[in-house]
């Protein structure tokens, strides 16, 4: 049962946002789990996350296996304006995984960025996807 809400923007195929919902699930939550790519964005929702997150529409833009730099997006020239529409238009240009607790909004990359915006940690022993240990036996995060 969850303590806080969680919502997480997730992107089912990206192992780093899987990590998240792994982690977030093995803590004890049953997050609110949005598919950013079938529901897609609003200018305002966006706006919105990206300030509650403190980062900037150009440090939201996801460069690899995107679009992006064919579509010109990662030219220093482009306004946030246009990466905003861009983003709106293509989901995909978003990075991913964006968690939204009461304790905060981040883009969880790494994954085990989202134990910040938990009140508590999963049980142990925990690892990623790649086996990358991030809680240990005793129910301790790693640094």
């Not at 598919?35 to 833009?61: K, N, S, V």
Request: net charge negative.
């Amino acid at each position: 049962m969850s303590i806080i809400p969680v919502v997480i923007h997730h992107n089912p195929d990206c192992g780093t946002s899987r990590n998240v919902l792994g982690i977030i699930r093995a803590a004890g939550y049953e997050p609110t789990v949005i598919d950013y790519l079938t529901e897609g964005w609003t200018r305002p929702q966006l706006l919105a996350m990206f300030a509650a997150a403190g980062i900037t529409a150009r440090e939201a833009l996801r460069v690899a296996r995107s679009p992006a730099e064919e579509m010109g997006l990662t030219a220093a020239d482009v306004s946030d304006d246009a990466l905003l529409d861009a983003m709106t238009r293509h989901p995909i240009l978003v990075n991913r995984p964006i968690v939204c607790t009461p304790k905060g909004v981040r883009l969880c990359r790494p994954s085990e960025t989202v134990l910040d915006l938990l009140d508590r940690l999963p049980p142990g022993p925990l690892a990623k996807e790649d086996g990358q240990a991030i809680i240990d036996a005793e129910g301790n995060r790693i640094a």
